[in-house]
């Protein structure tokens, strides 16, 4: 399909040269700041595409007008670009034709720039192919030169040496094809792979062009010059089915296949590229020409009349000419493309800025801007084999879905031989649709009745246990309500079954009456009486409710020895199968047994272990006799971190938004403190009046996700949200926060103290980036981050871990990156570290040994200097959430309701040094 473009134009006006300085020439034009518009002398404006002044660089000139127009061609669009003006004003410099051995690199002219484009474009393409699987695109560049002198055409690439030869012996043809399109015959055509090639093309043309003295420029061209670069593309095409065929039946319907096989083409794209320099319009009376070069003026300026009736044919608004003389002269003839035709056109108007060309730079910008109203007929220049395999492709898609349309019913023959629409058609349409609309309100009708007897059950258990338990038991207790839930929910579900059952009885019955001569074959309907008592497979003599009690009592108190003997938690010695990797570095010893759910958090002195769990409980085990020393319970939920502090024997645990800080040297602790997300602080722990885990946070409390401790125990961190909150434990209050940096939660907290009195708090959040805080001791109010540390990771950040100078990043990503915090650069990434999630990170006391763990269930050593793997083995058979040491030991903790307790062999240098304690 064709466009309507206009020609674009531009203006460049070329430095006063020596001898205008010297003549003391004035500048008479110039350029509005920041418009497009160029003022010769006080009263006369012109505005066009681009205006550039006299500093202006070639690149900038290139950048701007030319760079589009190569890149057009490889979509197959021609394009021109032609310079005009008078002699002397630049032209052949613009185009860069004149090969100056004097030039450097930064003045090269359009068309060694454009060549250089072209070819990067070509090779860029084929690379982008290549690294997609697709086949690459073939490439093919032509080159032609040629001169009109004296209104005869010269092929400038012709091997004949004197011109002479070249006019007597030249046969070139200007010939216009079925499509309107203008090529010639006889010209000699180069084939072009590199630019170096292309350039050696124009090279040898522009030492072959006629050039001459006059009185305005020491080497005047003395015939117009063509350039043309022609590009033939053949790349793959893959067939989309026409967005007009595109309906709701058709959407998911993918592009055409043949054989199970995506259709693909191949197809061809041309394009030419013309780079003409006009010869400058001159006077006779100023050139002081006389002869030959008399006789080659006034050709030039024939050329360039016949050049500026055609230009004004075509920008008449009026549109009153309807004859456009473009056989009126050989240039615009091999033109015709390019004014009108289909091509993308630039036109470059050079003009100089002294006074004393003031009459002939005042008709070029005329010339210029008539050029402006002319409009080309764009179009992509197509193989017309491709086009026509295009159209009959999409053709066939349409009598497809019509063939289609008619085996469905979706359209019928009248009699009279008419086309209709049927009308079944649509109402089925309508049916189905209201069918699927009753099946989703039947399912939620069906999930309403789950949820109602849920409910029901637990109003039940809820009566029934405050009824019959009377030996002192809490009657909230979840195990007890949990045994009664479960039997009162087996009798709603036998209930549930009986009145299905009995619809199902109805059902056949009226199947029955309705048919009562016909016998069934199904063995099932067979089977069923017309008459009587219907035996549907549920016990008329079910247990009462009493029953199911008095039941339900009995196994309560076998559940209550059993969950004695659970609570009273051991750390036991090792005895399942040895647990072996590649070299067996940490050998399992002990086991710490005695949580019910899932271990999320642990933390480890030499004396005392601390783990919490979705138990909503924190176990305290006294690590010299391998016993639990006691529970702290009362957590709304999963107690997701738990931290401990040697000097003031604080513990902290995190359960929702809410720290519950323990004094642990009682037994039974108890909860002297609880601080909130908020930033409050209440007395003693929270009271939550139901046991429920589903707890609706007031306003302003968001989940705590991670707690940091100082040195000394003075300062605590808490991560909730995009927020770190900075607490006073000396007084227990928020003194101030870290914010600014994450656009998500932050999951993780580290700590490196850089002095005594000044410490850096690293943030892992969901967002993917890891933020240094600097705190300096007494610190209060809002801080923003230090420092960003970047490349960020590919997920969210799971741990973290400082060694040194160094700090170790995990994510869920799978990846582990080692930070230098001091240069504030990365490291080193280790990809694919783990299989999942790196879920904890930790070090060997006295060792340059990393630990990680993950989602999987592996530990991996790591040497934390080179960041090469030492070892790795399969520590638990369900995902490890969190990893620790002490002196002697490293804990894991697990989905599988433990805590595994390691001991390092001697088996490599990194961790030669770790550990030789005893439990």
């Known amino acids: 399909m064709a466009d309507d473009t206009s020609v674009r134009v531009a203006v460049r006006i070329r430095p006063q040269v020596p001898r205008e300085i010297i003549d003391m020439c004035h500048v ?8 497009p518009q160029v003022w010769l002398g006080k009263d006369k404006a012109f505005t066009f595409d681009h205006v550039f002044d006299m500093p202006s660089l070639q690149e900038e000139v290139y950048y701007t007008c030319i760079k589009d127009l190569i890149e057009g061609c490889f979509d197959g669009y021609n394009a021109t670009v032609f310079a005009y003006g008078q002699t002397s004003s630049g032209k052949t410099y613009t185009m860069g034709t004149g090969f100056n051995l004097s030039l450097n690199a930064e003045e090269r002219g359009i068309i060694p720039r454009a060549v250089e484009h072209l070819f990067i474009g070509i090779h860029e393409r084929q690379r982008q192919a290549r690294e997609k699987g697709e086949p690459p695109p073939e490439f093919k560049v032509n080159a032609q030169f040629m001169e009109l002198y004296n209104e005869e055409i010269i092929d400038l690439l012709d091997p004949a040496k004197e011109a002479e030869e070249r006019v007597k012996k030249s046969q070139i043809k200007i010939h216009e094809d079925s499509k309107g399109d203008i090529y010639t015959v006889g010209v000699t055509t180069r084939n072009a792979s590199s630019p170096e090639e292309t350039l050696q093309c124009l090279k040898n043309g522009a030492l072959s062009r006629t050039t001459a003295s006059t009185n305005m420029n020491a080497q005047s061209s003395r015939s117009h010059a063509i350039f043309t670069l022609h590009i033939k593309q053949q790349r793959v095409v893959f067939m989309e089915p026409p967005e007009s065929n595109i309906s709701d039946e058709n959407l998911d319907k993918p592009a055409p296949t043949q054989n199970g096989e995506v259709l693909n083409e191949f197809e061809t794209l041309t394009a030419k590229f013309h ?19 008399a006789k080659e003026g006034i050709s030039i300026n024939c050329g360039l009349l016949a050049l500026g009736n055609v230009i004004s044919a075509l920008g008449d608004k009026s549109r009153k000419v309807t004859h456009v003389p473009y056989r009126d002269s050989k240039l615009t003839r091999l033109l015709q493309d390019s004014l009108g035709g289909n091509s993308r056109t630039l036109m470059i108007a050079c003009i100089s800025p002294s006074d004393r060309d003031f009459m002939e730079t005042l008709n070029t910008l005329k010339y210029a801007n008539r050029a402006k109203n002319i409009k080309n007929r764009v179009m992509v220049n197509q193989d017309k084999s491709s086009q026509t395999i295009s159209l009959l492709r999409r053709e066939i898609q349409q009598l497809q879905l019509e063939l289609m349309e008619y085996k469905q019913g ?13 009308d079944m058609f649509h109402e089925n349409t309508m049916l189905q649709t209201e069918n699927n609309n009753l099946r989703t309100r039947i399912k939620a009708l069906q999930e309403t009745v789950e949820r109602l007897t849920v409910r029901n059950t637990e109003l039940l258990a809820e009566k029934e246990a405050g009824t019959w338990i009377t030996s002192g038991k809490d009657p909230s207790e979840s195990d007890i309500k949990e045994m009664i839930q479960g039997y009162l929910k087996e009798i709603e579900d036998l209930r549930a079954k009986l009145m299905e059952s009995e619809g199902m009885c109805v059902q056949f019955r009226r199947q029955v009456q309705r048919s009562p001569t016909r016998h069934s074959l199904s063995p099932t309907l067979a089977a069923v009486s017309v008459v009587g008592h219907y035996d549907i497979g549920v016990d008329s003599e079910a247990p009462s409710v009493h029953e199911l009690l008095v039941e339900a009592k009995r196994d309560v108190h076998k559940l209550k020895k059993k969950t004695k003997i659970l609570k009273e938690g051991n750390i036991n010695p090792y005895t399942g199968k040895p647990v072996q ?13 005695g949580h019910s759910k899932a271990v999320l958090s642990v933390v480890a002195t030499n ?12 176990k305290v085990w006294d690590l010299q006799t391998g016993r639990e020393i006691q529970t702290l319970g009362g957590h709304p939920n999963n107690v997701n971190v738990v931290r401990y502090c040697e000097y003031t024997r604080l513990a902290f645990s995190v359960s929702t938004a809410y720290i519950n800080v323990w004094d642990v040297r009682e037994n039974p602790s108890r909860c002297v403190k609880t601080l909130c997300s908020s930033g409050l602080t209440n007395t003693g722990p929270m009271l939550f009046n139901t046991p429920s885990r589903t707890i609706q946070l007031p306003q302003g409390e968001t989940q705590i996700n991670d707690i940091l401790l100082n040195q000394y125990g003075t300062v605590l961190f808490s991560a909730a949200g995009n927020i770190v909150r900075i607490w ?11 914010t600014g940096g994450h656009q998500a939660a932050v999951m993780c907290l580290a700590l490196d103290c850089v002095r005594e009195d000044n410490k850096l708090v690293i943030t892992g959040s969901k967002d993917h980036y890891i933020k240094v805080f600097e705190v300096i001791d007494g610190a209060s109010g809002v801080l923003t981050p230090k420092l960003n540390l970047e490349p960020p990771h590919y997920d969210g950040i799971q741990s973290l871990a400082v060694h040194g100078k160094y700090l170790f990043s995990g994510s869920r990503d799978m990846c582990i990156k080692k930070w230098d915090l001091s240069n504030q650069c990365l490291v080193q990434s280790l990809n694919q570290a783990h299989k999942d ?30 960041c090469q793997l030492v070892t790795e083995l399969k520590a638990h058979n369900a995902p490890i959430n969190a990893i620790t040491t002490n002196s002697s030991f490293v804990f894991t903790a697990s989905n599988d309701y433990t805590v595994r307790m390691w001991h390092a062999r001697d088996v490599s240098p990194e961790i030669s040094s770790f550990g030789n304690g005893r439990l």
């Open 607 to 618: 004396d005392v272990l601390f783990s919490s769990s979705k138990d909503r409980t924190v």
């Open 28 to 35: 008479c034009t110039t350029v509005a700041s920041g418009e």
């Open 837 to 866: 999630w790196v879920c904890g990170l930790s070090f060997l006391p006295n060792s340059n040994t990393l630990l990680s763990c993950c989602r999987g269930g592996f530990i991996k050593l790591w040497s934390a200097d080179r």
């Open 275 to 293: 780079f003409v320099d006009l010869a400058g319009s001159e006077r006779l009376k100023r050139t002081g020409a006389t002869g030959d070069r």
């Open 728 to 738: 006073d434990l000396r007084m227990f209050h928020s003194i101030g926060k870290l």
């Open 410 to 422: 979706k359209r019928l023959v009248g009699e009279d031989g008419t086309e209709q629409i049927n």
């Open 581 to 593: 990797g590649r070299n067996a570095p940490l050998v399992c010893t002990h086991v710490a047994e």
